[in-house]
């Protein structure tokens, strides 16, 4: 059998943590052959810490047969310890009323922690993937306290956006969402984000010709996907949060173990494509071979779509710009 990975996972005890350890531990990510050790952070306090033991009651009690190890944590140097996978979901969300610049600070610190943490002792493969928001920015502040690792194995979430653009597009054409292939999104995962249906088909057949309303996608398409997540909150009273463990889980599944060839959209690090300038992390389709993924390029952008990315990028840029001081 295969020898155990190491699976790192923050912020375990919070709501996307409990939608997703259980989805690992059973091999939904990693594959079905894939022993795990999960090594679970949460903050010092107390609360959180209790709450923290009962998930892990919880997994101990599913009896896994691939979950060989679990382990709790308060500091993210022994968390991240030879961690082959790290997916990085507590974070400082911005609260009613707070300060931009606040927001980015307290980020800032809790993402420039956990990268030195990750180039201190993380194996030197790790994949990592950041959920907690700003997403993209506190995966560009990881990459960027991590010198010593590869900045391509920083990762930022956009894959919430991309399946909940496949879903508008299924009930839209009344096809099946397993049908639907080269989808992107562009951008920021916020409501800049930019959902690109232009080049999808399915079963072969352009969704674009079949949907054939540009008002559709202008006015209904893209406001519904970039604003899921507000309604989502107004509905639930509580953030996505099965939904965001899904789509984390989509993510690392496909980036270890391959897309065949599909498109799936990942926030990385830019080396220049589409203009994108260098280092931004910026969601982009690709496609996932031998543990790599790999920029889809050569589509052609259309003005609107130049200035849909234009958008996303002005707002990343901003935020980048926001936290350079803290790195
Ligand atoms: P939550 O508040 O239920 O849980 C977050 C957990 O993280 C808490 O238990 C907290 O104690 C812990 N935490 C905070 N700082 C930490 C640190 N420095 N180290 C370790 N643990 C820490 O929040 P929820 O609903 O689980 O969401 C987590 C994050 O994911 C939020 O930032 C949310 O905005 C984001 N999110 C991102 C999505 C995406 O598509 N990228 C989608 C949905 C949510």
Not at 44 to 71: R, S
Request: with cysteine; charged share 20%.
């Amino acid at each position: 059998s295969k020898t155990p990975v190491r699976v790192a996972v923050t912020g375990a005890a919070g709501q996307i943590g409990y939608a997703l350890l259980f989805r690992i531990a059973s091999g939904e990510m990693l594959g079905k052959d894939q022993p795990v050790i999960l090594q679970l952070l949460e903050i010092p306090d107390e609360k959180a810490q209790n709450a923290l033991k009962g998930v892990i009651m919880e997994l101990e009690d599913c009896a896994f047969p691939l979950l060989v190890g679990i382990e709790a944590h308060s500091d993210p140097m022994t968390a991240f310890k030879d961690t082959d996978y790290a997916l990085l979901v507590g974070s400082r969300p911005r609260g009613p009323g707070m300060e931009r610049a606040e927001l980015l600070a307290i980020n800032g610190a809790i993402f420039t922690t956990q990268g030195k943490a990750l180039n201190a002792v993380a194996s030197r493969n790790v994949k990592v993937l950041v959920v907690g928001n700003p997403a993209n920015t506190n995966a560009y502040i990881a990459m960027k306290a991590a010198p010593d690792l590869p900045a391509k194995n920083f990762t930022a979430m956009l894959r919430l956006d991309h399946n909940r653009a496949a879903s508008q597009l299924a009930a839209k054409t009344g096809k099946a969402v397993a049908d639907i292939e080269n989808l992107a999104v562009w951008g920021n995962h916020s409501p800049t984000m930019y959902a690109d249906y232009r080049f999808a088909t399915i079963g072969g057949a352009s969704v674009k010709d079949m949907i054939n309303d540009e008002a559709w996608n202008r006015d209904v398409f893209l406001p519904t996907v970039g604003k899921r997540g507000a309604a989502i909150i107004a509905a639930r009273g509580l953030s996505s949060a099965a939904s965001a463990a899904n789509a984390a889980i989509d993510h690392m599944r496909d980036w270890a173990l391959g897309t065949n060839g599909k498109w799936v959209t990942m926030g990385i690090p830019s080396n220049g494509e589409y203009g994108i300038p260098k280092e931004v992390m910026f969601g982009y389709p690709v496609t996932c071979a031998n543990g790599e993924y790999k920029i889809v390029e050569g589509l052609a952008i259309d003005e609107f779509s130049q200035e849909c990315i234009n958008k996303t990028l002005a707002e990343l840029q901003g935020e980048q710009d926001g936290v350079k001081h803290l790195l």
